[in-house]
């Protein structure tokens, strides 16, 4: 199996939402999670930043923000230069997708618990 390093982006204190249940599968399929969040805490053994500074050489960017708030982490998903970014269902935004496809990133709408579970993650 691959090893994807990947960058959570949305994850929260809830660990009913998406986003954390993302961390979780990807952490038990062996791959490398950078979770960020609105503040820095320790989730269920996981840390969880609220900056970037600490993403380096990450393979893909999966989103759980609405467009709206994505605005902030723009310049940062796109200086790190992922291969790939993921927006899960309702995250979508067209101003991001353009950009990073005009930076030669892999842009996807897909869900990344059905990708990892179909085995095309």
């Not at 062996?30 to 930043?49: F, L, R």
């Amino acid at each position: 199996m691959k090893i994807i390093p990947t960058v959570v982006l949305g994850v929260s204190r809830n660990s009913e939402r998406f986003a954390n249940q993302a961390v979780k599968a990807l952490i038990n399929y062996g791959h490398p999670v950078y979770a960020v969040g609105k503040e820095d805490y320790i989730w269920d053994g996981t840390e969880v930043h609220s900056t970037w500074d600490k993403v380096f050489d990450v393979h893909t960017v999966t989103i759980y923000l609405r467009p709206e708030l994505q605005k902030v982490h723009q310049e940062k998903i796109l200086s790190i230069k992922p291969r790939r970014i993921i927006f899960n269902p309702g995250t979508y935004n067209p101003e991001l997708a353009e950009a990073a496809s005009e930076a030669g990133i892999e842009v996807l709408e897909e869900c990344t618990l059905v990708m990892l579970a179909s085995g095309q993650f």
